[in-house]
């Protein structure tokens, strides 16, 4: 999505050129201006560009108050995410200040930005607190238990690994060495501490879904009300730019046929005077 941004915003840069030449000739370059007009739509549906028009014929773009193109230069966007940057944001070519979008609500680069920068890994954090409470949990009901081989102080799973993506079996894990029971081996006791932890944990997961679930209905919501806004402003813009086939012809009849009546009411006039001369 930013390549295709910078590759919109240079084609813009090399239009204003050419119609800034055409209208100091003193004449206009149509194709040139509507190419512009198409490029500036689908800028607008990637991020919200603020677009300017200049008395040169210039269309200066900025984004968040930051100029991106001028005249015929560009600054061209970059995505910084770590470990350069503690979280991704969107930078211009040469500037350190990142550039704000708005959220899902700004576009498709503000959507993809706000899921990488704060969705992802606000879900992550979620996952590996569960993680962290499953290997803690689990880890504590095992060390109490006795293994079938009289083993004991044996965890379940990886101390170190608290995380969904160090998540592991503990080294040395056997089928011998799994606690079962607490006050000797095979009573079962370790096993049902463990199922009992299923209500908590289960509690985390949900909480985990629930907050995914709310993500994707506020983005469907968002996506709807942003696609009814951008038809209001369509029609609003076709409205006064557009010109109706339908409605020229339907004014074209009308305004034939009012000629034709005066034309009519004129040969009635020129006859009575006719008769009345001849009189």
Known sequence: TVDRANDLMAEVADLNTIIRTAQSQGGQDLDALDRRDVLLDELAGIAPFSARLQPTGDVTLSLDGMVVVQEGETLPL??????????????????????????????????????????????????????????TSVNAAQEA???????????FFDPAGTTAATLSLA???????????????????????????GE?????????????????RRATAASEANASLS????????GVSDVSLDEEM??????????AASARVLETATQMFDTILAM
């Open 78 to 135: 970059r995505v910084v995410g770590p470990p350069e940057e503690p979280t991704t944001a969107l930078f211009a070519t040469g500037s350190s200040r990142p550039i704000g979008l708005g959220g899902i609500e700004a576009g498709v680069l503000g959507a993809q930005l706000d899921t990488l920068g704060r969705v992802i890994p606000e879900t992550r954090a979620a996952l590996d607190s569960l993680v962290q409470s499953l290997v």
């Open 145 to 155: 238990g006795v293994g079938l081989d009289g083993s004991t102080g044996q965890p």
């Open 171 to 197: 080294t040395g894990l056997s089928a011998e060495s799994v606690a079962a029971g607490t006050s000797g081996p095979g009573d079962g006791s370790t096993a049902e501490a463990i199922n009992g932890l």
């Open 200 to 216: 908590s944990l289960d509690k985390m997961a949900s909480r985990l879904l629930s907050g995914v679930g709310t993500e994707v």
């Open 231 to 238: 038809a209001y402003a369509e029609a609003l813009r076709s």
């Open 250 to 259: 339907t004014n074209l009849i009308k305004f034939q046929q009012s000629y």
